[in-house]
């Protein structure tokens, strides 16, 4: 029997399979694991959210047992459009600018592989949200990692790009609110991405999905559409995912250029049927609830923020204080070579995960990120330990 394939080879293994599988045997060994290593939420969605699936199951009028509609429920673009409306003040046509996902994960996959031909460059900011890399092994495409440096406030230098890498690339993809260094964006940047792909022909990528956990009142985020002229070489992604805490329930969408979310639908009619029609029904009155569905999410991961700062103040670890997202990133401690020997020694000797820095790109390593997804006793109890073993 033949196994597999070049793409399948091609394929960088799973960053966090290591962390994870010592993970899984200290949990095994009887070791009380406190894991703030993924970015998943232990929080349940608001009861509200729960009420509006429910009712959606019931309504005899939906045929939610039926296909959904490829481009999807009409009900769910057009609130869609009324978010960016009303967040962001950009105009979106539910019709052409608007396709429901399944979880931003398998839209920017998918994307990719729609767009990336061999030789092709993908021009990713790093670190990164480690999908985009498989991505591109998925797609076929290169990578050019550009480095997001703490000197520059993990804000790309796009004069640093070489010139046969901007003459090769095909898109270029930037992430912020930044998932894992808690960066944001600046009006500025979003204009400098802009004037270079519009330069270099380059379609841009932008993945907003933390776009409302800010973490703080005086900070929010703008759409990459909001730049004039940004939206007819731009496909921006957005996730339900750790905004509402229902990862699991697999709801995002894409928003941009007409014939980029075309390319797009026409990869997915080929491989999946959308979103579970209620599914989608209740995006829509998630998205009208406005913020008072967020806020209290905003403020309890903004309460353990400054738990894990305080508890980090005087150890060796040194974290950077985000203005959003859930995540806290942190540089390890100079005695250590990599993230990996770092994370795995905490691990081994205090029972923390950490994720290593390395697993997010060439630009992670010297770093681990912490999410913020596990309750404040268990966040002190977590630095209690690391500073016990003497490791922070
Ligand atoms: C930056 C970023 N984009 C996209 C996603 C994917 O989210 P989902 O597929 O759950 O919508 C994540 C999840 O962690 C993320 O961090």
């Not at 199951?57 to 769910?76: A, C, S, T």
């Not at 092994?137 to 901007?166: C, H, T, W």
Request: hydrophobic residues 40%; negative net charge.
């Amino acid at each position: 029997m033949k196994l597999g394939n070049k793409r399948l080879a091609a394929l960088p293994p799973y960053p966090f399979a290591e962390v994870n599988k010592a993970r899984d045997e200290a949990i095994r060994s009887g070791v009380d694991v406190i894991d703030m290593g993924v970015g998943n939420p232990d929080m349940r969605p608001d009861p509200i959210i729960s009420t509006f699936l429910k009712e959606a199951l019931d309504d005899q009028e939906i045929q939610n047992h039926r296909y959904p509609p490829f481009h999807g429920v009409r009900e769910f673009r057009e609130a869609i459009a009324r978010w960016y409306m009303r967040r962001f003040n950009v105009s979106v046509d539910p019709e052409t600018e608007i396709l429901p996902l399944i979880g931003s994960k398998e839209g920017i996959a998918k994307f990719f592989l729609a767009h990336l031909d061999r030789d092709d460059i993908a021009i990713i900011a790093s670190p990164c949200y480690p999908a985009y890399l498989g991505a591109i092994g998925i797609s076929d495409g290169s990578l050019y990692e550009m480095p997001l440096l703490e000197s520059n406030e993990f804000r790309p230098d796009l004069k640093a790009i070489p010139q046969d890498v901007l003459e090769k690339a095909k898109l270029i993809l930037i992430n912020y609110p930044n998932n894992p260094t808690g960066a944001v964006e600046t009006r500025e940047l979003y204009e400098d991405v802009l004037n270079l792909a519009t330069m270099h022909d380059l379609i841009v990528i932008s993945d907003i999905a933390y776009a409302e956990l800010n973490l703080e009142p005086t900070y929010r985020s703008i759409s990459f559409l909001e730049i004039p002229g940004a939206k007819e070489r731009t496909i921006e992604f957005y996730s339900f995912s750790k905004t509402y805490s229902m990862p699991g329930w697999r709801l995002g969408f894409a928003a941009g250029d007409p014939t980029l979310i075309g390319n797009l639908l026409k990869i997915k009619t080929n491989m999946d049927f959308g979103v579970f029609m209620a599914m989608q029904r209740t995006g829509a009155r998630i998205l009208d609830a406005g913020d008072g569905l967020i806020e209290p999410t905003r403020r309890t991961y903004s309460r353990r923020r400054d738990v894990l700062l305080g508890e980090l103040e005087s150890t060796r670890l040194r974290p950077i204080k985000p203005l959003a997202t859930i995540y806290v990133w942190a540089a390890i401690p100079p005695s250590f070579s990599s993230s990996m020997e770092f994370s795995k020694a905490v691990l081994t000797r205090s029972g923390v995960v950490l994720a290593p820095g390395s697993g997010f790109g060439t630009y992670g390593e010297g770093y681990v990120r912490i999410s913020l997804i596990e309750e404040e006793a268990r966040i002190r109890e977590a630095v209690a330990r690391m500073v016990k073993s003497g490791l922070i």
